[in-house]
């Protein structure tokens, strides 16, 4: 009698593989994420392989607790800060949130060109005006500063992320000390680019952010002075002296500390050649080119770049098809079809603003990328882009008074 075949083995279902390959291409989007140094990178795939939670006493938790403090000392040698003022946090998002929340009942008071995570982590603030070349307005902070009434909280940006405008922040400081004030920095975009002594500035709160220094994303940090208010956000456990619980992140601390100690402000300051170099080359291919931001002192990488009539969005595209990558703004809000806000507050209308794309150079960008950005950028100008006097013809008198003054600056 024949026996009945066994059923036919099933085979594992075929899973859609979520790899995909990248076209080669340029990135010239810095300000929005660093790619990741090799020396962070490496630091991260040893960590990964430590079994241990920093909190545990046994052999492997110590040596976890080591790296993170090794790293510690690592992001705190960046600042010249002692490494005790740190706390990592799960982004600078987040160490911007912990600084606001210990604002207790002080008037806040913050400018108008900050980051969302400011502006929106303080609704009811103060909000101080920029000049039209992007620089906070110090005699308004003064002005707010009496008329507050009390002591009030200041947060302000070292290096705005948009323009790479750099902000006076010692002087901020010293308002906020004459007036008694407690002062919060939000250094994401100056960290690693500017040689500041931040010991010697002496903000209360410092924000740092890893991923824009070529760490990984996820983590930053926020410097607390000795002596001012804290108030924790996440509770729950005694992790970062009490300061901000949760398990904290190993490999990512640990890459922020090589990545922190990879961090040359001096070889940074190279870019400011490639820079300036490409802004010139294309305002010769475009003469109605608004370079927002160019009168006034900006962080070497940095080129927000307005075209009447072409916007922004429509450039990011087109460049991205060509193989480079840019932005239209910020990281954390560029895929909000909206007008910057740090533009409006230069004083430039919605149609001008919605016009801006944003470089970004950094430690891997190249002469020859930027030489061949600048040649697609001029080759999609001259195909797609209408004629500077019809480009004038659509925008507001706010807007065509705005590229008028803007262009005179850049003389």
Known sequence: MRQARPPPLLSAPTVPSNRFT????????????????PE??????????????????????????????????????????????????????????LALASAGDRPVITSAIEHASVLEASPGALRCPATPDGVVDLGALDM???????????????????????????????????????????????????????AALAPDYLTVSAHKIGGPQGVGALAVRDGVP?????????????????????AGIVGFGAAAAACDAGAFNRLAVLRDGLEARL?????????????????????????PGWR??????????????????????????????????????PDLAGCAIRVSLGWSTTEDEVQHFADAWTALHGRRAPAPAAQQAHLSPQDRQSVVSQTARQQ
């Open 230 to 250: 804290l108030a924790p956000i996440l509770r729950g456990g005694g992790q970062e002296r009490r300061r901000r619980a949760g398990t904290e992140n190993v």
């Open 283 to 307: 305002r010769m291919a475009a003469p109605e080119l608004v370079v927002a931001g160019a009168r006034a002192e900006r962080v070497a990488n940095t080129s927000c770049l307005v075209t």
């Open 40 to 97: 962070a990178v490496a630091a991260m795939v040893a960590a990964l392989s430590l079994p241990g939670n920093p909190s545990s006493v046994h052999a492997q938790g110590r040596e976890a607790r080591r790296r993170v403090e090794v790293a510690r000392r690592q992001v705190a040698a960046l600042l010249n800060l002692p490494p005790a003022t740190l706390i990592f946090t799960g982004s600078g998002t987040e160490a911007n949130a």
């Open 144 to 198: 707010m500063l009496g008329a507050a009434g009390r002591p009030a909280f200041l947060s302000f940006m070292a290096v705005n992320n948009e323009t790479g405008v750099i902000q006076p922040v010692a002087e901020v400081a010293a308002l906020a000390r004459r007036h008694g004030a407690l002062f919060h920095c939000d250094a994401s975009q100056a960290v690693g680019r500017l040689a500041w002594d931040w």
């Open 312 to 349: 922004g969005e429509t450039q990011v595209m087109a460049l991205d098809l060509a193989g480079y990558a840019v932005s239209s703004g910020s990281a954390c809000s560029s895929g909000k079809v909206a007008a910057s806000h740090v533009l409006a507050a230069m004083g430039m209308g």
């Open 22 to 37: 990248l076209m080669p291409s340029t990135y010239l989007d810095h300000n929005g994420t660093c790619p990741p140094r």
